[in-house]
């Protein structure tokens, strides 16, 4: 077993080998969870804490299913209601949750590097559940794991990654990703919602849906977020749909076995076809959400094992 | 008081170059020769000597934020960093933009800096871009320049006015290009490294906008301007152009902006967020390659102070800006070490150009000058240690990384204000 990390504050510091480590063990944990007991003691005696400085029900819900699961005392803090209010710091709020000695501290902030930030300061594993548009390593990681069990592999893979990618944390962890695995990616997007520089980054850009998934194995869309649209990035949410809503007629263009994923939550009929989505054949959807629960059960026990042979040492 | 220094490598940025010799200082002034024998004889030991730095932009935090820089640490960090002259900035809190502010801000300069202070005056009041100060009575009292600092007058009717008035008054304008709303909300610049940080940000492109509506109202006006900072490569055609069309203007940079990239934020390092952002590598060379043929006029430390509160936040939210009164010497050597500029170019922009532009005697070793001197070790390595600073404020970007180049003297008008022990 590899993998070296103290926390998992995104994919970019992570080597090929440890995340198949980490895949491995989820696989594992996808076993354990489709069981009768869906109960592991790995994380007995251990404290979770869940700190969301932003809504969220799915991702908070699966961590917190994950470390029940695994046997942690799981706290949940809704920050968004709390200090911060009164104008607390970021540090001041880690330092006093870390007076509480955590193990485990579960955290997303709407700031990119917030969660960086934060490592520095506490003594136990953090994990970035999405920092701002910088990455989303487990929504990574159970993207990778879903692609794995249907394709086999992660290495030479043409995965299209379609919609808001310069807004999308989640995109920036699954290039990194998919990159270090050695997968083909091609973004697909308007040029408005491609961030600039992303040519140099290893990928293909495309501007039209047609191109962009020509030959695809993996379909990736991304919920185009609401609020972007009074920034001016699109001109109406019909014509996003009409050229970058994905289809059938668009996903035809893909290779026949092609599998369509979405991080949810979905905005159906704006970037993804309620039928496409709902279709078993080729949606993956709702594996990904219970892929979720493993790769962060994973995840958490691989950086309990490091916390405490550290603690040991 | 008489002063003998000899045995120099007298850097001489008027004359364009470096000679061996001797200088004479008598009541504060350099003189061709001394009417007696020496109160002192400094032997420099064939180490450079040089006209001390004139800094055009330091933010000392007085008045409002004294816990992050006072006039005596500021004057003493100037005075360790071989700075004689500090061009204040008037974004403090409140602004120094009444008469009476400002000759509280003189009183204060006078009472506890041991270097020259020459203030500078907000250009709207409040800094609001809504309504121009009182230039004249502002002037009179001793405002060297008018700006509003890193906020961009954004009514550009408003800024014609003020450019029109100041024009009539002969005053100096400094202004900060970039356009306004293109940049909103920015804290890095476009590009490989801030899409994958995931960072808001801004087209390098933002301040050629800035600088071409700036350059149009000169046209119109007739004003004498100074660009605070100009960082990319796209902006210099347009202030060369400016410059061949006959236009007052001249332009800065800052001393980070040539020496650090984009890529130093690396994990959202706070202590690298200044304003503007750091560029890109080809806009940093093509900026020191204007330093070195003069279209880009002065280098400056754009010393601004901030405490560790207002850094240790995440990077969107953290403070903009970094001191640099101390490092300002040791940063500009490394483009001297790295074979871009020689001494006399460098001094020329650190010393000579400020001092001319704002209409001061400093910058030169010429008789009549005053004896605002800076001696120096080019060569002399260390570590930088943040905490070693005089500054109140350590929010320095080069904390722990070598420089070379070592503050062994500065005198300003013949005294000494700092000596290395």
Redesign the interface.
């Known amino acids: 077993m590899t993998f070296r990390q103290t926390h998992l504050l995104g994919i970019e510091p992570l080597h090929p080998v440890e995340i198949t480590t980490l895949l491995d063990l989820a696989d594992t944990y996808v076993e354990l969870n489709r069981g009768p007991e869906k109960h592991a003691a790995v994380l007995e005696g251990l404290t979770q804490v869940n700190m969301f400085f932003e809504n969220s029900t799915r991702t908070q819900a699966s961590f917190e299913l994950a470390g029940q699961r695994l046997g942690a005392d799981v706290m949940n803090m809704a920050m968004q209601a709390s200090s911060i209010k009164k104008g607390e710091?970021?540090?001041d709020t880690a330092l006093t949750l870390n007076a509480m000695h955590p193990d485990l501290l579960v955290v997303r902030?709407p700031?990119?590097?917030?969660v960086?930030?934060l490592a520095e300061k506490v003594n136990c594993a953090v994990i970035n559940a999405g920092?701002?548009?910088?990455?989303h390593p487990t929504q990574g990681l159970l993207d990778a794991l879903t692609i794995r069990r249907k394709k086999g592999r992660l290495h030479r893979l043409t995965v299209a990654i379609c919609g808001d990618i310069?807004h999308s944390?989640v995109a920036?962890s699954n290039i990194w990703l998919l990159g270090k695995m050695e997968s083909r990616i091609r973004l697909v997007g308007p040029p408005t919602l491609i961030?600039?520089?992303?040519r140099?980054?290893g990928v293909e850009v495309c501007h039209d849906m047609e191109t962009g998934l020509a030959d695809a194995d993996v379909v990736m869309m991304l919920r185009l977020q609401k609020e972007r649209m009074s920034g001016g990035f699109i001109p109406s949410e019909r014509e996003y749909y009409y050229r970058y809503g994905l289809d059938a007629a668009k996903l035809a263009r893909a290779k026949p076995d092609a599998i369509v994923m979405h991080p949810g939550p979905m905005n159906r009929g704006v970037e993804i076809d309620g039928t496409i989505a709902d279709d078993i054949n080729r949606s993956v959807i709702q594996e990904q959400v219970e892929m979720g629960v493993a790769v962060r059960m994973a995840a958490m026990d691989l950086l309990a094992r490091n916390l405490r042979d550290r603690r040991a040492a | 008081m008489k002063l003998l220094f000899q045995n120099a490598r007298l850097i001489d940025p008027e004359a364009g170059e470096e000679r061996l010799g001797e200088l004479a200082v008598e009541d504060g002034v350099i003189v061709s020769a001394l009417s007696g024998a020496p109160d002192e004889t400094i032997d420099c030991g064939g180490k450079c000597l040089a006209p001390g730095i004139v800094d055009l932009g330091v933010k000392v935090s007085e008045p409002g934020e004294r816990h992050k820089e006072s006039f005596r640490s500021a004057g003493l960090a100037a005075a360790r960093g071989g700075v004689t002259t500090m061009v204040t900035r008037p974004d403090t809190d409140p602004a120094i933009d009444t008469p009476e502010v400002l000759e509280f801000v003189s009183r204060r300069a006078q009472a506890d800096s041991v270097v020259r202070v020459v203030p500078m005056a907000a250009l709207t009041k409040g800094r609001r871009g809504e309504e121009m100060v009182e230039l004249g009575f502002l002037q009179d009292a001793g405002a060297a320049a008018f700006t509003d600092c890193d906020r961009v007058v954004a009514d550009t009717r408003l800024l014609s006015r003020a450019l029109t008035y100041a024009a009539g008054l002969g005053a100096l304008v400094v202004g900060h290009v970039q356009e306004p709303i293109l940049s909103r909300g920015a804290c890095a610049t476009s590009g490989k490294f801030a899409s994958l940080a995931g960072l808001p940000s801004v087209s390098p492109m933002a301040e050629r906008m800035g600088l071409d509506r700036d350059v149009s109202l000169l046209e119109m006006t007739g004003a004498r301007y100074h660009v605070d900072q100009i960082t990319t490569a796209r902006a210099l055609p347009s202030l060369e152009r400016a410059r061949k069309n006959g236009l007052d203007i001249t332009a800065g940079v800052g001393i980070h902006h040539l020496t650090l990239n984009e890529f130093d934020v690396a994990g959202y390092r706070t202590f690298f967020k200044v304003k503007p952002p750091l560029r890109s590598e080809e806009d940093r060379i093509a900026v020191i390659e204007a330093v070195g043929s003069g279209l880009i006029d002065v280098i400056s430390s754009m010393h601004t102070p901030q405490d560790e509160e207002s850094k240790r936040l995440p990077f969107e939210e953290a403070a903009s800006g970094a001191v640099g009164l101390e490092t300002l010497l040791p940063a500009a050597m490394r483009l001297v070490h790295a074979g871009h500029l020689s001494l006399s170019q460098l001094w020329r922009a650190l010393s000579l150009n400020p001092a001319r532009r704002l209409g001061l005697a400093g910058g030169r070793l010429s008789e009549g000058a005053p004896g605002d001197l800076v001696l120096f070790d080019p060569d002399a390595p260390f570590v930088l240690d943040r905490f070693a600073l005089a500054s109140k404020s350590k929010n320095t970007p080069f904390d722990g990384m070598r420089m070379e180049g070592r503050v062994l003297g500065t005198w300003v008008g013949g005294s000494a204000a700092y000596r290395a022990g």
């Open positions: 710091s970021l540090i902030h700031h990119s590097g917030a960086n930030l920092d701002g548009r910088h990455e310069a944390r920036r961030p600039s520089g992303a140099d980054w």
